[in-house]
């Protein structure tokens, strides 16, 4: 089967724009697993040749303010139970937030590998903002704009050397 990228990270930060960027064929997956559809989108993604399931964990990114966390945390245990590599996406120009740190948090307890995609770095000058990401504690920080689909190349061949 396929490998699993799972797009994570606390609401308005991109997750589904750079969904949409990257997704193929729109796809339901029926597993065996029950549940598995649940407040979830997939797609078939590619990239230089290499196949790979995406999910969006997001799915309904709405609720009261107190049960925001509670949603981030299920999406990241969804993330890390299903996915091969995990794509946290963050907002490159908010700086890093205490959710942020949170869903971080989450992720360590995973020994998958994760992409930290610093999104919304639509102007390439602000590209050395995002160094402040490395305190998340991951390998790799990489500056996006899921807009305009800059840094999202660099971003792709980090996660297919991967699988
Ligand atoms: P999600 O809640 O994490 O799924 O975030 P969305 O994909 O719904 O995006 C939240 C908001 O951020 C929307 O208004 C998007 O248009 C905007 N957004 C997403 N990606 C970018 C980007 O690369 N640059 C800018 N400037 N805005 C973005
Ligand atoms: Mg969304």
């Known amino acids: 089967s396929l490998p699993v990228v799972a797009i994570v990270g606390r609401p308005n930060v991109g997750k589904s724009t750079m969904f949409n960027r990257l997704a193929g ?11 598995i559809t649940r407040d979830r989108i997939y797609s078939r993604s590619e990239w230089n040749g290499r196949e790979f399931h995406l999910i969006d964990t997001g799915g309904l990114d709405f609720g009261e303010q107190d049960e925001i966390l509670d ?9 890390i139970e299903e996915a091969d590599v995990i794509l946290f ?15 971080a ?4 307890r995973s ?21 402040e990401f490395y305190q998340l504690g991951f390998e790799h920080v990489i500056p996006i704009s899921s807009i305009h689909g800059t840094g999202t190349g660099d971003m792709l061949d980090v996660l297919v050397s991967h699988f």
């Not at 064929?25 to 549940?35: F, L, N, Q, W």
């Not at 948090?105 to 360590?108: A, D, K, P, T």
Request: glycine share 4%; net charge negative; proline share 3%.
């Open 71 to 79: 949603h981030i945390k299920n999406q990241v245990e969804l993330a």
């Open 105 to 108: 948090r989450l992720l360590y």
């Open 25 to 35: 064929e729109r796809i339901a997956i029926v597993e065996d697993k029950p549940g």
């Open 111 to 131: 020994n998958k590998p994760v992409i930290v995609a610093a999104n919304k770095i639509d102007n390439i000058k602000h590209k050395d903002e995002v160094y």
């Open 89 to 103: 996406v963050v907002d490159g120009r908010d700086g890093v937030t205490s959710a942020d740190e949170e869903v």
